[in-house]
């Protein structure tokens, strides 16, 4: 996990950069429609392959590598997920109005980040940890190229040139994910059957309710918000995420070790997530108020206050990661959809809290609706851990 978390380190200093530099150039209202398109892209994807890449980690960590054919598999996620890729091109268009530009981009990027995120957690799922978060932060990641090169050329300063920079940077990351599986992950002869396929859906709205405070919020506060406050929220969180990050990278590895490693050391674990999370909680909410002027040179200062929900937003979910991560790897079928269900139902209140809240607070409303999501989250997560523990 060190290796993963280093790993992790870098990969979030990069698209830290990466992220100020293009909030910094672009106008407010670009900046808006740039973020909200790119966590489209990023949130959508969940939803469109049913959980599939979810269910083939979970699938693949319960049998030794060469088990399953992988690129039959892969193929059959991509075929088995057509409909709901429909789906997503006339909603988005739809929902946002968006121009036919916009809708190629998001559709594009949806379906390549999907197949990069089985990837990513085919890789996982054999314990090449390392290789998998890199190819998780990549398409992020590389966006400092752009970002420097607009330095240099700022007539590309622009949501067009930065966003075929995006699908260029997950066409990168799908090729090397690709390469990597062809290389380490031998092919076995088994793959997963059409009836297995449809389990996949809880892990779909369990995926979707945990990007539902990731990339979900500006997704969802788009149909709503206008896009200057939208790159406000999107400014602040760029400077919150590597709490979102950890929690990443901390469920994205325990979901596997909590499976192969019946004897770990849960209540340490536990316990030292906790810690980081409202250490780490703590100083963001001390420090950011302070440096967000100096960051953005002043761009975003209206929008200070929207730190100390975020920060909360970002350590309860760093706090969540344990809990969520050992019901996900242990718990039995039947329990692990009631987690599922009860996951939805906190998504689907959230969902229409984020509505009514923005409505009524514009994008602070937003904030703490995400905080109060978050909260509840993470105390269905704690109860089902500890009445799951006793019998794992």
């Known amino acids: 996990m060190a290796g993963a978390t280093g790993v992790t380190a870098l990969a979030s200093l990069f698209t830290l950069l990466a992220n100020i530099l293009i909030y910094r150039m672009l106008p407010g209202p670009d900046a808006g429609q740039f973020a909200l398109l790119v966590s489209l892209v990023r949130f959508l994807p969940v939803l469109a392959t049913f959980g599939q890449p979810a269910l083939m980690m979970r699938l693949y960590s319960h049998q030794p590598a060469g088990h399953y054919h992988w690129p039959r598999d892969l193929a059959g996620m991509m075929g088995f997920s057509l409909p709901l890729f429909a789906l997503t091109a006339v909603g988005t268009a739809l929902l946002y109005h968006l121009g036919l530009w916009e809708v190629a981009f998001v559709v594009t990027g949806v379906f390549l980040l999907s197949l990069a995120l089985a990837v990513a957690n085919l890789l996982n799922a054999l314990r090449h940890y390392v290789w998998a978060v890199l190819l998780l932060r990549l398409p992020n990641s590389l966006m400092i190229v752009p970002a420097l090169v607009v330095i240099l050329l700022p007539r590309l300063a622009g949501t067009g040139f930065l966003l075929g920079a995006q699908l260029a940077a997950i066409v990168v990351t799908l090729g090397i994910g690709v390469a990597l599986l062809a290389r380490r992950a031998p092919v076995g002869t088994e793959t997963i059957p059409l009836s297995m396929r449809w389990h996949g859906l809880g892990f779909g709205f369990l995926s979707g309710a945990n990007?539902?405070?990731?990339?979900?919020l500006v997704a969802i506060a788009g149909a709503v918000i206008p896009p200057e406050p939208l790159a406000g929220f999107a400014a602040v969180e760029a400077l919150v995420r590597p709490l979102y990050t950890l929690q990443g990278i901390s469920r994205y590895t325990l979901a596997v070790e909590t499976v192969r490693r019946r004897q770990m050391r849960v209540t340490a674990t536990l316990l030292a997530l906790l810690g980081l999370a409202a250490v780490a909680g703590v100083v963001l909410a001390l420090?950011?108020?302070?440096?967000?002027?100096?960051?953005?040179?002043?761009?975003?200062?209206?929008?200070?206050?929207?730190?100390?929900?975020?920060?909360l937003m970002g350590s309860l979910l760093l706090a969540e990661a344990f809990p969520r991560s050992f019901v996900i790897g242990r718990a039995p079928l039947d329990r692990l959809n009631l987690y599922t269900a009860s996951q939805v139902l906190i998504a689907v209140v959230g969902l229409g809290l984020v509505v009514a809240l923005s409505l009524r607070h514009g994008i602070m409303g937003v904030a703490w609706a995400g905080t109060i999501i978050a909260l509840l989250r993470a105390l269905s997560a704690y109860g089902f851990y500890f009445y799951l523990r006793p019998v794992s």
Do not use: E, F, N, S
């Not at 990007?211 to 979900?216: I, N, V």
């Not at 108020?289 to 975020?310: C, N, W």
């Open 211 to 216: 990007l539902l405070l990731d990339q979900g």
């Open 287 to 311: 420090l950011l108020p302070m440096v967000l002027p100096l960051i953005y040179a002043g761009r975003y200062d209206t929008y200070t206050g929207l730190a100390v929900p975020i920060v």
